[in-house]
């Protein structure tokens, strides 16, 4: 038993899968020795399972690039009249679900624009409430003699520190 290739695939109850596989070789190899001593291919029905699949879904994909190109006005010719009705239909039914899509969402658009034009409108009011509750406390003091005003400018300009604020 010491030349021996041995490959042990374990599944649990629980669904937990052990496996041994001797150092010197893979599962692959221990496979391809069990097909070639007793004669069964084991990669032949899942081949053809998945020819079977690949097959069914170039079918599926066929008929919908089909129905693609009938629904862009192309390939009409081999319709009959009723798959004709059938097909306008089907694009009235489309074109009513794009137009309801469309309509809610600029609604919806409609109203989040008037929701900020209300806000930006309540802050430009408060706003300008609060300038004119500002300008109604100030008081502004007015100059009536020419020497006055020039007093007050030499005086700001020999001291650099004081700023004249509105």
Known sequence: LCDAEVSLIMVSSTGKIHEYI????????????????????????????????LQKLKEINNKLRKEIRQRNGEDLDELSFQQLCGLEQNMEKSVECVRNRKFHVISSQTDIYKKKLKNQEVTYNSLLRGFEERDADCHYASLDFEDDYQSTIEFANENPQIFAFR
């Open 22 to 53: 001797s150092p010197s070789c893979t599962h692959k190899n221990v496979y391809d020795q069990y097909q070639q001593v007793s004669g069964i291919n084991i990669w032949q029905p899942s081949y053809e399972k998945m020819q079977e699949n």
